[in-house]
């Protein structure tokens, strides 16, 4: 049997979205999230409550970390990976 390798490439809402549903759709797929920020997942519609001075601590808005990720869905999240370019049929 053949375990599908699945990178995703951006964090925050999309990706940990989609990287959420895929291990639903497939408990053995090897998925890795990379992210460019410092985050994977962070409460983007809670912005204007913090600027607003509602939400004191930036902190309340992040949601998930790279272990959290792990421990829940069993994906590999790396944060401050920058993707440059993709080569698909090398697979790299």
Known sequence: MNTK????VGGVA????AAGRLRR???NAEI??????GHISFANCGLPYHIGGD???REKLLLRTPEDFWKRYRV???VNAVVEE???KQKK
């Open 32 to 37: 890795t999230l990379l992210e460019a920020s």
């Open 5 to 8: 390798k699945i990178v995703i």
């Open 25 to 27: 759709l497939d408990e």
């Open 14 to 17: 999309g990706g940990a979205t």
């Open 76 to 78: 590999r999240a790396e």
């Open 86 to 88: 993709v080569d698909s």
């Open 55 to 57: 939400i004191q601590e």
